[in-house]
């Protein structure tokens, strides 16, 4: 936990573990890719299950148009539980339990829900709505939309970046004051809460692009 | 699967509270950078202040009409 195993001089930690990741990810992907099965196998079928759920969550958010956004969700999620769980081996470091990753992953989610904010309604029915429903008070709601959207993106890799140190940190701490047994209750913690917050990203992502998305009748 | 449905728009309820905070820091940055800037000390802080505060009771606000609704 402290500190990688596998070091490259000039790259921090949670790069080489990031492209560890990526390479583990794609081989096992293309492997998986080339053999699927009509009745899918142990294997499989986990993948299938997971493909299913955001598929069937995408289309309860936004209708047929969110099947679009499947790739994204997905590579979203994929990235981080692989990079969440990677914490539970001994000797590899989380890319996650780093403010560069998460802000990367929270970047990406708020331009993708911008563009499809300004693609769908185009760019001064966008920035209108953030004005607001009355023309007076336009220059001082504007600044505040900026700041509640700004908001977001800090909230999506902090809660990432925050649950996923902590979490390192909860097991070394507990591995100095009891080194026996004890520190798997803190790794267990790690497992679920990688699941959680995987899930929590992709879903606020979801929810995000929804809103962007969706008429401005009701504000 | 109209229950998952509810499930994701409860999941944007979890956000009130940190954006609330959140909001306030980023409206603190801002001020405290064009502060820097213009080199207008306390007028842009306090304002981007009370602007992020504002932000975060919009927030709060737009989130409380969804429930309610």
């Known amino acids: 936990m402290e500190g990688s195993i596998i070091k490259i001089v000039g790259v921090p930690d949670f790069v080489t573990m990031t492209w560890l990741m990526m390479a583990v990810v794609l081989v096992f992907a293309y492997i998986l890719g080339k053999n699927l099965r009509k009745f899918p196998d142990k294997v499989q079928y986990p993948f299938e299950a997971l493909t299913s759920f955001i598929v069937y969550t995408l289309e309860d958010a936004m209708g047929s148009y969110g099947r679009k956004f499947f790739p994204l969700i997905s590579g979203l999620a994929m990235f981080i539980l692989i990079g969440n769980l990677m914490g539970l081996i001994p000797g590899f470091v989380q890319p996650t339990a780093n403010l560069n990753t998460t802000l990367a992953l929270a970047l990406i989610s708020f331009l993708v829900y911008n563009y499809e904010g300004i693609k769908k309604h185009g760019l001064v029915n966008y920035l209108k709505h953030f004005a607001g429903p009355i023309p007076l008070m336009a220059p001082l709601m504007f600044p505040i939309e900026v700041i509640s959207h700004l908001s977001r993106i800090l909230s999506l890799s902090f809660r990432l970046f925050g649950n996923m140190y902590g979490d390192e940190m909860v097991v070394l701490v507990l591995m100095i004051l009891v080194p026996f047994l004890i520190p798997v209750a803190g790794e267990f913690i790690v497992f679920a809460n990688s699941i959680l917050q995987a899930f929590i990203f992709c879903i606020l992502t979801v929810v995000y692009i929804s809103s962007a998305i969706e008429d401005f009748e009701e504000h | ?69």
């Not at chain 2, 940190?18 to 502060?35: E, P, R, T």
């Not at chain 2, 207008?40 to 802080?45: K, R, Y």
């Not at chain 2, 981007?48 to 989130?63: D, Q």
């Open chain 2, 1 to 69: 699967m109209g229950k998952l449905k509810d499930y994701i728009e409860k999941t944007s309820y979890m956000m009130v509270g940190v954006q609330f905070a959140l909001s306030i820091v980023i409206g603190l940055a801002i001020g405290y950078y064009l502060d820097k800037w213009l080199k207008s000390f306390p007028l842009m802080t306090i304002f981007w202040l009370l602007m992020g505060f504002a932000a975060g009771l919009k927030n709060l606000y737009r989130e409380l009409k969804k429930v309610a609704k």
